[in-house]
């Protein structure tokens, strides 16, 4: 099946940093999402983008299928941004293990 | 907006209890989902269902069994619950199972502590 890495697996910002996180499919897929994990537990839609780059106030997202990855990039970070922040897609929908932000005032 | 929601934020249970676990999506999703997500494994699927009163197996079915009755409504069943099913249970739904509508959207989560 497809197997999905995403880095890093851990980051630690000053509020107001950039950031980019990374996600790699080992074989292309056509439903590529980006979710946001908060504190409590939900999983929050962020962006559905098989491809192309789209944009959400300050986060947007790249995704290059022919190359099998995808891109976060989160702008001007705040607290609220901390979280785990997972990619999932695939016939199966599987998930990447996730990259744990945590944003510091 | 498409809404999941989730009879339960926390649950404690006995060891042997029957449990039930309701999840309602209000989009007219044709399928559904249960996820358990545990440190360390990442969520991982138990359950799938792509129309009323079907089913498929995902990976760790072990232990479980569902119920859809109503497109709306999907159950998971805890014949007999363990301490190794303590878990965050995830529902979801999505409009479709392949192609560029494949997209899940989440429930807020059952933490189940089973004692």
């Known amino acids: 099946g497809i197997q999905v890495e995403q880095s890093p697996p851990d980051l630690i910002l000053q509020e107001g940093a950039n950031s980019t996180l990374r996600c790699n499919f080992s074989?292309?897929?056509?439903?590529l999402q980006w979710f946001h994990q908060n504190p409590w537990g939900q999983l929050i839609n962020l962006f559905y983008?098989?491809?192309g780059t789209k944009q959400n106030g300050r986060l947007s997202a790249t995704t290059v299928a022919t190359e099998r990855y995808s891109l976060l990039y989160i702008s001007s970070s705040q607290t609220t941004d901390s979280g785990v922040y997972f990619c999932?897609?695939?016939?199966?929908?599987?998930f990447g293990p996730g990259t744990r932000l945590s944003v510091l005032p | 907006d498409v809404k999941v929601t989730q009879s339960s934020r926390y649950l404690v249970k006995r060891t042997g209890e029957k449990v039930f676990l309701e999840c309602v999506q209000d989009?007219?999703?044709?399928?559904m989902f249960w996820y358990r997500q545990d440190p360390g494994l990442g969520l991982r699927l138990i359950y799938f269902?792509?129309?009323?009163?079907?089913?498929e197996k995902g990976d760790i079915p072990e232990g479980y069994s569902v119920s859809r009755e109503k497109k709306e409504r999907f159950s998971l069943i805890l014949e007999s619950a363990s301490t190794n099913q303590t878990s965050m249970y995830l529902c979801?739904?999505?409009?479709?199972?392949?192609?560029?509508?494949?997209?899940?959207?989440f429930g807020p989560g059952t933490r189940l502590t089973v004692t």
């Open positions: 979801a739904s999505s409009p479709a199972l392949s192609g560029s509508r494949y997209e899940q959207y």
């Open positions: 074989d292309s897929v056509n439903n």
């Open positions: 983008i098989p491809s």
């Open positions: 999932a897609g695939g016939q199966n929908f599987v």
């Open positions: 989009m007219d999703h044709e399928n």
């Open positions: 269902s792509y129309d009323v009163k079907m089913k």
